[in-house]
């Protein structure tokens, strides 16, 4: 009896330990969705090195309680969170900050908010594009991209996963000096 009652209250002392290294970000989205009682957070564990070292969660506050409406362990380096609209609907989307390479292009996790249907669509390939801007006149993602030669590309959103146009643009002078 008192073998299992020191091991429930190591298992408990570990979990209260563990659990205290790990930070907490939520976001009240009244601003962002016109006070639909909506919350965005994100719990990073820096002792997590693993691909996915956040838990992302988009909930909904009903009659007083966190009714989760998607959740999903993500990689974010610097946990970061954003909300633009990626699809023209007028409804700003979530874009969690995925990672950013030595040039400051950064990529995002993008879920597309469905308030008519209650639920987020995570976008497959989304994280692939650096540097995403949505060109609303064209309903086009463009990514520009700062490198050695800067170049940019084009982007549509097909269901729930990324189409590659397949065109790229380049900018300023190639490895012989010409424009």
Known sequence: MKRI????????FQTLLFAQ?????KINCDS?????????????DPKDESQFNVLFTFSKKINGKDKIIYQEKLYSQFQNVEFTDFNGDGIRDIL???????????TYHLFIV???????????GFKEIKNPNYLEKYDLIDSLVISGRN??????????????FGYIVEDGEDENGKD
């Open 5 to 12: 009652l020191l091991l429930s209250v190591f298992s408990i």
């Open 21 to 25: 290294n790990k930070e907490l970000i």
């Open 32 to 44: 962002i969705f016109s006070k639909k009682g909506y919350l965005v957070s994100l719990e990073f």
């Open 96 to 106: 969690i900050e995925n990672t950013a390479d030595v040039r400051s292009n950064e």
């Open 114 to 124: 469905d308030f008519k249907n209650q639920k987020l669509r995570k976008i497959d």
């Open 151 to 164: 170049w940019t590309s084009f982007y549509k959103i097909e269901d729930n996963k990324i189409k590659d």
